[in-house]
T-cell receptor, first 112, second 112 residues
């Protein structure tokens, strides 16, 4: 019954590695988002996809590459991980005609 | 100056108190205003949603928007220990999948 799910929940990795986070929603929404929440709880949008098309791309290093294989999935691949990438990454989804967003449980990334 | 300012707290109140949480913003184009609640180690969940100025009530929660002052508030009546969480204000300029800007969140603790 999970509405927005993310895997993995925790990710501990070394600097320089490449990692992926996956997100799936079963709410029938047409828009999905990736947010980064830093240690001070500031939640900042990174990307947004509507019907598999990129519609919001904030100032994010190009080491971050989102991919949406279909409307229900939005993955985030991060190349050459840096210490500053340590954060909680949240996936969210919503309808394009609504401001309401439903968040996943988050993926806690720690780069050592 | 950030687009959305929110006092990070923490705010500590006794059970049964009335809680007032506030945000100020600088972008006069914002028309949609939301409050999200985030429990520790969980994703944010939508609590209240308001369009333009005015008040909205839902049970013990009341959201107020004053666009002339660029100021929004969330009031919690008869606060409960289960209300202990971080409260994030959020706002956007237009409907749909446009960018939502979040405040940094106020951590609330309700003491039994």
């Amino acid at each position: 019954d999970t509405a927005v799910s993310q895997t993995p929940k925790y990710l501990v990795t070394q600097m320089g590695n490449d990692k992926s986070i996956k997100c799936e929603q079963n709410l029938g929404h047409d828009t999905m988002y990736w947010y980064k929440q830093d240690s001070k709880k500031f939640l900042k949008i990174m990307f947004s996809y509507n019907n598999k098309e990129l519609i919001i791309n904030e100032t994010v290093p190009n080491r971050f590459s989102p991919k949406s294989p279909d409307k229900a999935h939005l993955n985030l691949h991060i190349n050459s991980l840096e210490l500053g990438d340590s954060a909680v990454y949240f996936c969210a989804s919503g309808h394009s005609g609504s401001e309401t967003q439903y968040f996943g449980p988050g993926t806690r990334l720690l780069v050592l | 100056q950030k687009e959305v300012e929110q006092d990070p707290g923490p705010l500590s109140v006794p059970e049964g108190a009335i809680v007032s949480l506030n945000c100020t913003y600088s972008n006069s184009a914002f028309q949609y205003f939301m409050w999200y609640r985030q429990y520790s180690r969980k994703g944010p969940e939508l609590l209240m949603y308001t369009y333009s100025s005015g008040n909205k009530e839902d049970g013990r929660f009341t959201a107020q928007v004053d666009k002339s002052s660029k100021y929004i508030s969330l009031f919690i009546r008869d606060s409960q220990p289960s209300d202990s969480a971080t409260y994030l204000c959020a706002m956007s300029a237009s409907g749909g999948y446009q960018k939502v800007t979040f405040g940094t969140g106020t951590k609330l603790q309700v003491i039994p």
